[in-house]
């Protein structure tokens, strides 16, 4: 990835392949991201205008990031990603300049996919209420105004989608949600027992397993964890092998076991209600 003052360029490996589960999900996405720059002839005929922003949402550690970079790749589109927290801690207009650098970059180096973490940092609910009775314009006010001006400005340029993701759907902005900004919201939920073995599955895929190893009893004992704690539960599970024995030739279920006792899973009921 080339570094270019703030604003990451990477060219994205990820396939949907390496996502575990999500399978409507997946292809809501390749029609979204992946359609109209492959068969922009097609949109064009029928007059249908591409979905200009999408908007994931859900709990942290689903893959989020990892779709958003499986659509760029899949579309073969440039990938430039930013993160809200990090432009609303900039120096005054410093966030600003880089959201408008950005999509100035990403139109030049059309089609491009630019995403958005914690976007709830960028676009934050403008409250109706005190706080801001001075009549000053916020941070996130000012980045909200760049972000739509942007966004709307990208009628007239193609190939240019905005994938944005945050864990806290309820704080973005309705402003958002207009026609031709965020017309696509798409919930990416926890893994269930289908989805936990699938991500197993391509967790372990370099992994040498034991012939015990059963992929399957493991995810049925793996409630609430997300994709992120089942790959750190694959990287445990190696890391007891070694524990035990440095020349160790596999990973037994033994190791998964004990792996498996020794964490935690990331969510809880209440967070998933909450979304
Ligand atoms: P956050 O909201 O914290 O940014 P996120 O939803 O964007 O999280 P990712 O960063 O995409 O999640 O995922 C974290 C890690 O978990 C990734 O490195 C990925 O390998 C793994 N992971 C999560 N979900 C899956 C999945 N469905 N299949 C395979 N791997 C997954």
């Not at 000053?136 to 193609?158: F, H, K, P, Q, Y």
Request: charged share 25%.
């Amino acid at each position: 990835p080339s570094m270019t003052r703030g604003v990451t360029k990477e060219v994205s490996k990820v396939s949907w392949d390496d996502i575990g589960g999500l399978k409507d999900l997946k292809k809501k996405l390749q029609q979204a991201v992946e359609w109209p720059i492959k068969h922009a002839d097609a949109f064009a005929r029928l007059g249908i205008s591409p979905v200009r922003g999408v908007l994931l949402h859900g709990p942290p550690g689903c893959s989020k990031t990892t779709l958003a970079k499986a659509a760029a790749n899949a579309a073969q589109a440039s990938f430039f990603s930013l993160s809200g927290a990090e432009l609303y801690s900039k120096y005054v207009g410093e966030g600003e300049a880089l959201l408008r650098r950005t999509f100035q970059k990403a139109r030049l180096a059309a089609p491009s996919v630019i995403f958005f973490d914690e976007a709830d940092a960028i676009a934050p609910k403008r409250s109706g209420h005190a706080g801001n009775s001075s009549g000053n314009i916020t941070v996130g006010e000012r980045l909200l105004s760049t972000l739509l001006t942007e966004m709307d400005g990208l009628e007239l340029a193609t190939g240019i989608i905005v994938l944005a993701a945050t864990n806290r759907p309820h704080a973005i902005d309705a402003a958002l949600m207009r026609p031709g900004r965020f017309d696509l919201v798409l919930y990416v939920p926890p893994p269930d027992v289908e989805g936990r073995y699938e991500i197993l599955k391509i967790h372990t895929r370099q992994m040498k397993l034991g012939e015990d190893v059963d992929l399957r009893q493991i995810a049925q004992c793996t409630d609430l964890f997300t994709g992120a704690d089942l790959e750190g539960l694959c990287r445990e599970a190696g890391m007891v092998a070694l524990r035990e024995d440095l020349s160790a030739a596999s990973v037994y279920n033994r190791h998964f076991q004990t792996a498996r006792n020794s964490l935690r899973p990331s969510l809880t009921k209440s967070i998933i209600e909450e979304y």
